[in-house]
Nanobody
Framework: VQLQASGGGLVQAGGSLRLSCAAS????????IYWYCQAPGKQREFVGA???????NYADSVKGRVTLSRDNAKNTAYLQMNSLKPEDTAVYFC???????WGQGTLVTVSS
């Protein structure tokens, strides 16, 4: 399974972005999707996850600002980020579990 994250870009603080994670292959619906971010010079951090059944879990740092969703018919997951802060600047990655397939990241830059 190959994953491709997209939707990143430059946005002003307070703005919104929707990231997508598109998967090839036929195992998408059988996996949970995890999202991570990695800021410059920092370790990769958990952002949130959505199970096969659509149950979501979020890191405290993004709770209330991030919404995860998935469309199994399109083999695509989404990360909606609102009220963006400069500290949200990072490369965002998606990951399928238990398949443990990682996608290329997409860069989000939030200007103050």
């Amino acid at each position: 399974v190959q994953l491709q994250a997209s939707g990143g870009g430059l946005v002003q603080a307070g703005g919104s972005l929707r990231l997508s994670c598109a998967a090839s292959g036929s195992f998408f619906s059988a996996n949970a999707i995890y999202w991570y971010c990695q800021a410059p010079g920092k370790q990769r951090e958990f952002v949130g996850a959505i199970t096969r059944g659509g149950i979501t879990n979020y890191a405290d740092s993004v709770k209330g600002r991030v919404t995860l969703s998935r469309d199994n018919a399109k083999n695509t997951a989404y990360l909606q980020m609102n009220s963006l802060k400069p500290e949200d600047t990072a490369v965002y990655f998606c990951r399928l579990l238990p398949l443990d397939s990682w996608g290329q990241g997409t860069l989000v830059t939030v200007s103050s």
